[in-house]
């Protein structure tokens, strides 16, 4: 599980130690989560709204194509 203390572990050293599947668990979620969190905050306490920018489609569209690989 990449996550908690091994969330610091690349995926290479995963490899070198004879892990074939690497689990997330809840930690993508949580990555968004905080990412949530910021521009919330952003916005109510600072009355800013560039957390909002984000990623285009176009960019996460790409990620999808390459795959895992």
């Known amino acids: 599980l ?13 490899a070198s130690v004879g892990v ?3 689990s997330l668990g809840s930690a ?3 990555a968004t989560h905080r990412e949530v969190a910021e521009a919330a905050r952003e916005m109510f306490e600072e009355g800013r709204f560039s957390g909002l920018g984000g990623i285009a489609g176009s960019a996460v569209d790409a990620m999808l194509d390459r795959g895992a690989g």
């Open 2 to 14: 990449a996550a908690g203390r091994f969330a610091d572990v690349t995926r290479t050293d995963f």
């Open 28 to 30: 993508l979620a949580r």
């Open 20 to 22: 074939a599947r690497i």
